[in-house]
Nanobody, 130 residues
Framework: VQLVESGGGQVQAGGSLRLSCSAS????????IGWFRQAPGKGRNGVACVSLVDNKTYYVDSVKGRFSISSDNSKITAYLQMNDLKPEDTATYYC????????????????????????WGKGTPVTVSA
């Protein structure tokens, strides 16, 4: 399964970017889709995700109120709208998918730790200058 990412780039602090992730091969499947980020010299951590089973969204505390995750009606493409960006948001952002059992709610802590990710995108860089 290929996850196609777009939307990274450079922006000044306070600016906005929108990331997109297309998962066309997963149409009809039950899954959660989200983004991780990895800054230079640091680990990869979950930022946000949306479960396409129940449309619940999840965010790491540091982006709550600034980032918003959504998917289109076809559930093919997911978006991460990033507002009020800060230099500490600078990282490579990776799209990620976890196939879900529709009878079991998503465990955000497990998703954010990357324990159950089935597919990864190649990453798109985001640079926020002060």
């Amino acid at each position: 399964v290929q996850l196609v990412e777009s939307g990274g780039g450079q922006v000044q602090a306070g600016g906005s970017l929108r990331l997109s992730c297309s998962a066309s091969e997963l149409v009809g499947r039950d899954y959660a889709i989200g983004w991780f980020r990895q800054a230079p010299g640091k680990g990869r951590n979950g930022v946000a995700c949306v479960s396409l089973v129940d449309n619940k969204t999840y965010y790491v505390d540091s982006v709550k109120g600034r980032f918003s995750i959504s998917s289109d009606n076809s559930k093919i493409t997911a978006y991460l709208q990033m507002n009020d960006l800060k230099p500490e948001d600078t990282a490579t952002y990776y799209c990620a998918v976890q196939i879900q059992n529709p009878k079991i709610p998503l465990n955000w802590d497990f998703f954010a730790a990357g324990y159950l990710i089935d597919y990864w995108g190649k990453g798109t860089p985001v640079t926020v200058s002060a």
